[in-house]
């Protein structure tokens, strides 16, 4: 398998033995690429919150968009809206993120690529938010793992789509 995708992707063989921050949902990015402390932050595909309780704890306003119902009842178990939490209950694969052009200081992408129709959307949504010099921290599982359309697989892969 490793051959055939990095035939298609000729960085691929790197991620595909990569074993770091992206394991496990991707919340370790955080740890990994944290925000500055009162930063504005974006998380899309927010899920269980992880990312997001993450930056309420260095004081950052958090901006999640999800399309899952599902993560608004986790968020609010969480006890996380409206600390510091916004949830943007929408499809950012089709739909404008409701902010203006230039306020994200950092936005996440956290093992949510691989579940879009349309990331090229989604990403040019968040290149227009996101401030200059802003980070934005994407991370995908390994494209082995979990492929097809049941619960908790991975319907899309993307070979080549970050070098684009």
């Not at 996440?108 to 200059?132: D, G, S």
Request: aromatic share 10%.
């Amino acid at each position: 398998m490793e051959k055939q995708i990095a035939q298609i992707n000729p960085t691929s063989a790197e991620a595909y033995i990569y074993e770091g921050p992206g394991i496990g949902g991707g919340a370790e990015s955080i740890k990994h690429y944290p925000p500055k402390e009162g930063s504005f932050v974006l998380d899309i595909g927010f899920g269980d919150g992880e990312c997001v309780h993450g930056a309420l704890s260095r004081g950052c306003t958090v901006f999640g968009a999800d399309i899952a119902e599902a993560s608004w009842l986790r968020a609010c178990e969480r006890g996380i809206v409206g600390k510091g939490f916004i949830p943007l209950f929408m499809d950012v694969c089709h739909d404008r993120l409701p902010l203006p052009s230039n306020v994200i200081d950092r936005a996440y992408c956290l093992e949510t690529l691989e579940h879009l129709a349309n990331p090229f959307f989604a990403f040019a949504e968040v290149k227009r938010v996101l401030k200059h010099k802003g980070i934005f921290v994407v991370a995908f599982p390994q494209p082995e793992k979990n492929l097809g359309y049941g619960g908790g697989d991975h319907a899309h892969v993307y070979p080549g789509f970050l070098q684009r």
